[in-house]
């Protein structure tokens, strides 16, 4: 993904976060903002073949500075609703599971709201097991308080020895 990307990308994003079951953030953040949290990790986007329209997009983030975590990617993942239940979710989430074992992961994590069932049944599909639930661990825009429910993916490439 780069910047010229966001545009459609933070779309994309918007419609996951009017959905109420993707994030707790209320807005997409600016590109600037977005990739910095972001430097160094494997962005991926789903674009239509004919049209060139994005479709969806996959992102990871380091979930700790410390060098011991330097293998641990937190799992970003939106499709356009227009496009969900067509394979976009499953295509962008392999390409990013590859990506992320070429970049050196060996632990990628996902933070899933317990409503959001599709998440949760592609995450699976693609190989992560669930290791618990975060209860109340944030607050949505609103004042809601939200569960999470956490999946890992330990790669059998990376860090297999």
Known sequence: MSAEHWPAA???YEEGIAGGNATFESAAPTWG????KRAGCPAIVARDSEHG???GW???G????????RGVGEVSIY???ARMRR????????ALIDASERAGFWTLRAGIFPENAASIALHQTCGFTLVGVSERIGQMPDGRWRDVVLFERRSAVVGAD
């Open 62 to 69: 380091a979930v700790s500075s410390r060098c011991v975590y």
């Open 58 to 60: 996959a992102a990871l």
């Open 79 to 81: 499709v356009a609703p």
């Open 53 to 55: 329209e994005l479709l």
């Open 87 to 94: 394979g976009v979710g499953r295509a962008l989430l392999q």
């Open 10 to 12: 933070a779309r994309v």
């Open 33 to 36: 903002e977005w990739s910095a």
